[in-house]
């Protein structure tokens, strides 16, 4: 009795609370479910936006840091985290330069079908619904009604499809012309930035090794991943916005919160055991980029390699940086093979139960404010609610998924920039380059902290300027000189000690590390090397490089002209023998070592430079030929500075810079008589000291002779 009396209270307080909810139930589940709205675009961002960079990385987020004493760094982190999401912010203001811009316009495009899409994905499991109700309920005039809205939609759904795809791809491709346009644009610069960020970044620069492949390869692939990742984070979000909020709606807010509970519990184990795949990806571009580094060398010293017989060690070093990639791409196999049986074990069966569980609840559990349901009924919701359940949980499936895609667009992400960022540090003069043990202390370290100035002018000027190569190995500490318009410099030495060095000073391709260089600008000089560089093109081509044939015409010259400048260097004949100016071919292989230097004189005289850089120049041309360039060159009026160690040439100069390949030299008049004539009794002494061990035997052999004689 004293039982039932405690019980009615509770009994009667748990009735009043029912019917207090029953009442309130629309106002709790619109709470419920605004509340899962906010959290779901809440654990998105959060899950999306990663970790922030620590501490160590750099001021401008670069994620690099010292690799050891010698000025190199390199990348330690790839990770969705603070320095990738501003990476990708600079990487966007490229790709989307604008609002009105035909990227953004695509992009809207892009999102206007997503949402139809998911519209649309609403309405078929409605539909889908409906025609189970129809089977359950026997009605055939309704079943076949509903089956063609159902052949009706796919007209719209289908093209849907098609032109997302087409607009994905259409993303894709702008993205990387705008990036190549603007990475070209640095690399080789325009009409007013002159930095040769090409040159400086293959020889000044050891962040880089493969640009080639960066600028084909990675900005593809990158483009490619930016253009999915859109779609691949956009849609499944706004999906498991729309499913779930109309699943709340039929099954009721309070199983929706329970199942976003244990779907999150799981999906933050699934997000702790997740490998670091964009540190793989980058790894993997990296050892590609290796790879081909590797292959392009064995084509572009072949001939070398063949007369050494180096076959063999090439074999080996190819197949080493091969297998380096296999290895790696093995390693990255065997990790997604687990983390792929757990990802579909947790995202598609686990969730699946848990979400079967929640369709259930209108069949099994009274819901209050809805009504007694007829089989049909009830079989419509159960079919409706589990479309839009595997719907939402597809969609949250693929939100999970596109972390990993972010990491794999955040190791392109950190190439492309680590690319940008080289170049735009290289333009400030910000080098790292693995110097040699000498530049690490003392006299030559202080050397390297100092920069020089470069002045314009008419006439070349050294006062006071070191040499000094990429690597930080100081050839000359203090080298100083005046050449006038016309005054010819002939520069010799032993080799490594400078002489090529000096020339990359004067074309601007290397720092000034100290003193002062007074020189015209980089247009005013024209370098003729052993070995002229012949570009892919006509004939006519290889004479005007790098004008083209419009530019050509706008200087007044006609093809005449140019015939008459090779018939100079004797090769007018050419012309006829390969079919004509607009002949094209692989004019290295086609040519000789010795035509190819003519044709590169050619390209002097019709340029007509006021300063010509030769360097072995005339080495594989006969006397005859060199006497007629040199002769023409002076008359042009181009002032010539020539490495060069046939006394042939010495004639042709005024002034000498004579290195002594101790960091030492010497700088005065030419006078090659002179020169020429103690060159000679130089080689005749030579020769007679070549004599000297011959007479001495053959004298030993007459005192024997003697002394035998005299016995």
Not at 92 to 118: C, D, M, N, W, Y
Not at 158 to 163: D, Y
Request: proline content about 4%.
């Amino acid at each position: 009795m004293a039982a039932s009396r405690t019980l009615r209270p509770s009994e009667a307080q748990l009735a009043a609370f029912a019917k207090a909810y029953a009442s309130n139930r629309p106002a709790i589940q619109r709470t419920l479910t605004s509340g899962f709205v906010v959290y779901i675009v809440y654990a998105c961002y959060r899950g999306l936006a990663g970790k922030s960079s620590a501490p160590s990385t750099s001021k401008k987020g670069k994620g690099k840091e010292k690799a050891d004493g010698q000025g190199v760094t390199k990348q330690t982190r790839v990770a969705v985290d603070a320095v990738f999401y501003e990476r990708l912010s600079h990487l966007l203001r490229i790709v989307i330069p604008g609002i009105r811009s035909k990227e953004a316009l695509l992009l809207f495009q892009h999102s206007a079908l997503l949402i139809f899409r998911t519209a649309i994905s609403l309405y078929v499991a409605a539909l889908d619904g409906k025609i189970v109700a129809t089977l359950v309920r026997a009605q055939p005039v309704p079943f076949l009604l509903n089956i063609f809205r159902w052949l009706l939609v796919a007209i719209p759904a289908t093209a849907c499809n098609s032109l997302l795809s087409y607009i994905q791809n259409k993303l894709a491709m702008q993205y990387r012309t705008r990036l190549t346009e603007e990475v070209m644009k640095q690399y080789l610069g325009d009409e007013v930035d002159q930095s040769k960020i090409f040159y400086k970044m293959a020889n000044l620069d050891d962040r880089i090794q493969n640009a080639d492949q960066m600028i084909t390869v990675d900005i593809q692939r990158f483009s490619i991943h930016l253009a999915a990742i859109y779609a691949n984070i956009a849609k499944p979000i706004l999906d498991v916005v729309l499913y779930n909020y109309q699943l709340s709606r039929n099954v009721g807010a309070e199983g929706l919160v329970l199942l976003v509970g244990l779907v999150q519990a799981s999906a933050a184990l699934l997000r702790a055991l997740t490998p670091p795949f964009g540190k793989y990806t980058a790894e993997e571009a990296a050892l590609s980029g290796q790879l081909r580094h590797s292959h392009s060398r064995l084509s572009e010293f072949a001939e070398e390699i063949a007369f050494f017989g180096g076959e063999e060690t090439e074999k080996m070093l190819i197949e080493r940086d091969y297998f380096g990639l296999v290895k790696h791409i093995n390693r990255v196999l065997r990790i997604r093979v687990w983390h792929g049986i757990m990802e579909e074990g947790i995202i598609k069966w686990l969730w699946g139960s848990f979400g079967l569980g929640i369709c259930a609840i209108p069949i099994f559990f009274k819901i209050p404010g809805i009504s007694n349901l007829d089989l049909g009924s009830r079989a419509e919701g159960f079919v409706t609610n589990r479309r839009l359940l595997l719907s939402a949980s597809d969609a949250f499936g693929r939100v999970m998924y596109s972390y990993k895609e972010l990491s794999e667009l955040a190791g392109y992400t950190a190439r492309v920039s680590l690319l940008l960022e080289t170049m735009s540090d290289i333009r400030k003069g910000k080098f790292e380059k693995t110097l040699v043990a000498s530049a690490q202390s003392g006299e030559n370290a202080e050397i390297l902290r100092g920069r020089g100035s470069v002045v314009e002018s008419d006439d070349i000027e050294f006062i006071d300027v070191p040499i000094v190569t990429p690597n930080g190995d100081v050839l000359v500490k203090s080298l100083s000189f005046y050449v006038k318009p016309g005054q010819h410099l002939l520069i010799v030495g032993p080799n490594g000690c400078g002489k090529s060095s000096l020339f990359r000073i004067l074309g601007g391709l290397w720092p000034v590390y100290g003193g002062v260089v007074r020189k015209p600008p980089a247009s005013d000089f024209i370098l003729i090397p052993q070995r002229p560089y012949l570009s892919l093109g006509t004939l006519r081509d290889q004479v005007i490089y790098p004008h083209s044939v419009k530019e050509m015409r706008e200087r007044d010259f006609s093809d005449d002209d140019l015939l008459a400048i090779l018939s100079i260097v004797q090769m007018d004949h050419i012309v006829e023998r390969e079919g004509g100016w607009d002949a094209a071919r692989d004019w290295r292989d086609a040519l000789s070592g010795g035509d190819q230097q003519k044709i590169a004189w050619a390209r002097l005289f019709y340029h007509t430079p006021k300063f010509a850089i030769l360097d072995e120049a005339t080495s594989l041309v006969p006397l005859d030929m060199e006497t007629k360039m040199m002769e023409y060159a002076t008359q042009r009026g181009i002032t010539l500075l020539t490495v060069s160690h046939r006394p042939s040439l010495w004639k042709y100069h005024s002034m000498i810079l004579h290195y002594d390949g101790q960091g030492g030299y010497v700088f005065t008049k030419l006078d090659a008589e002179k020169r020429l004539a103690l060159q000679d009794e130089k080689q005749a002494l030579e020769t007679r000291l070549l004599e000297v061990p011959k007479m001495k035997a053959r004298l030993e052999e007459l005192r024997a002779a003697a002394a035998e004689r005299s016995s």
